[in-house]
């Protein structure tokens, strides 16, 4: 079996080891292991098969290394100065932030929704977390039945704003977010902006319809951070095109990759959180119509943020990069 230089870009950050937990469980071909991080974290020692690896401070030269896959998991201004040096010298890019996500010739890629948009590109972006769980539901309702309209409602796990966000639910402070997280639900995720939306709000709508490659599909959302450490939750109202049937809509996403369908309201059984903490499915339930509309239906949809909404997913573009070097 060929085996790959890979480099991670945050390798000290919660993304960046998640990455390289997942790497080691699914086997990842890696020859050589690069990782990288702030000059702050630089000297530190990460194990990864029992064999511990320095982390270097990240520096243009650092893409000197001979290195095929570059794994970008530190932030946006981090990727917009690096990951064009290390296309440059040849190397794959995934990067996990926002800095690339809507240019118009940089994919945005959900492996399980459009896996061939990486064909031919040197810079591959991961999509937002609340983003790549909600769109695998959605691509097979568009595809058997034309979406018309979705409202996106998010509860958002305070991981998602790294280990900022878990000090801030931990110790109570008032540090990262503009109130207590502790026994708070705050509707502010990312800044607001001029028309009243969040950012996280609006990448939500952007990205949904550029991974679905459909800019006619009406999408609003409201996006809320929830006391938990991790598992974001979206609750989605969707208006089909045509009519359905419940039975068939839920055997159709019971069959679809990377879903486990979750939903038999009569033992109590619908999606949580607390059950998806390390799990790589997506798991949608509470699956019925919406009587106000014509075609409505309404789903949970719920995934590991860190693991499904980040990592795994760029491991998941990082296997279908392979397969085409």
């Known amino acids: ?23 080691e469980e699914r086997e990842f071909p890696i020859d050589n292991l690069y ?40 932030g946006g201004s981090i990727s917009e100065r690096f990951a064009p040096i290390a296309a440059q010298k040849g190397i794959k890019v995934i990067d996990n932030s926002s800095a690339f996500r809507m240019e118009k010739d940089i994919p945005l890629v959900v492996p399980e929704v459009n896996p061939q948009d990486i064909e031919g590109k040197d810079i591959i972006a991961n999509p937002n977390c609340s983003t790549i769980q909600s769109v695998l539901p959605l691509k097979l309702l568009q595809d058997k039945y034309g979406i018309k309209r979705v409202i996106f409602s998010t509860y958002q796990a305070v991981s998602g704003s790294g280990s900022a966000g878990l000090k801030d639910l931990a110790e109570g402070n008032i540090e990262l977010y503009p109130y207590q997280i502790q026994y708070n639900a705050i509707p502010h995720i990312d800044d607001f902006l001029d028309n009243g939306y969040t950012k996280e ?23 809320v951070r929830i006391p938990i450490k991790y598992g974001h939750s979206v609750s989605m109202n969707i208006e089909l095109k045509k009519n359905f049937k419940l039975a068939d809509i839920k055997k159709e996403l019971e069959d679809f990759s990377g879903i ?36 409505g239906l309404n789903m949970w949809c719920v995934a590991d943020n860190i693991r499904k909404g980040a990592a795994l997913n760029a491991i998941q573009i990082a296997e279908l990069v392979i397969k085409n070097l």
């Open 1 to 23: 079996m060929k085996r790959y230089n890979i480099g991670i870009i945050g390798a000290s950050g919660l993304v960046g080891g998640r990455i390289l937990e997942i790497l």
């Open 35 to 74: 990782l990288f991080s702030s000059k702050k974290s630089s000297g530190n020692k990460v194990k990864f098969k029992n064999k511990e690896y320095p982390v270097e401070e990240l520096k243009e030269e650092s893409f000197d290394k001979d290195m095929d896959i570059a794994l970008f998991a530190a």
């Open 201 to 223: 709000e609006m990448k939500m709508i952007a990205e949904s319809k550029k991974i679905l490659n459909d800019q006619d599909i009406g999408i609003t959302a409201t996006t």
């Open 260 to 295: 486990e369908l979750r939903d038999n309201v009569g033992e109590n059984i619908y999606p949580m959180a607390i059950d998806v903490q390390g799990k790589d499915q997506v798991y949608i339930g509470r699956i019925r119509r919406d009587y106000s509309i014509e075609n």
